[in-house]
Nanobody
Framework: VQLVESGGGLVQSGGSLTLACEAS?????????MGWYRQPHGSERDLVAS???????NYADSVKGRFTISRDNAKNTMYLQMSTLKPDDTAVYYC?????????????????WGQGTQVTVAS
């Protein structure tokens, strides 16, 4: 599965951006969950929000009430609507998909990552 993020850019504090992550390739029908992660410069990569195949969502405390994750299964695309952005939201945002793989020994989930998109929030 290939993941391509888009929608990053420079925005003023208090502004909004919407990120998109389009999945393609072999295995796209076996994606069981997707998520957005972010990595500020010099810091670790952390979960921002995730969404399951059934639509259940999970958010980091720091973005609750400001960010909304959604998924359009017909378009194989996941979105992250970000509002009331703060300078602390500045980071490279990565898309991740968990792909269910069935083998003779059972099932396991493999992760696929996008290349990342830069979000910069100016104060």
């Amino acid at each position: 599965v290939q993941l391509v993020e888009s929608g990053g850019g420079l925005v003023q504090s208090g502004g909004s951006l919407t990120l998109a992550c389009e999945a393609s390739g072999r295995g796209v029908d076996n994606i069981v969950a997707m998520g957005w992660y972010r990595q500020p410069h010099g810091s670790e990569r952390d979960l921002v929000a995730s969404i399951s195949s059934s639509g259940s969502t999970n958010y980091a405390d720091s973005v609750k009430g400001r960010f909304t994750i959604s998924r359009d299964n017909a378009k194989n695309t996941m979105y992250l609507q970000m509002s009331t952005l703060k300078p602390d939201d500045t980071a490279v945002y990565y898309c991740k998909a968990a792909i269910r793989v069935h083998t003779i020994e059972g099932s396991t989930d493999l992760d696929s990552w996008g290349q990342g998109t830069q979000v910069t929030v100016a104060s």
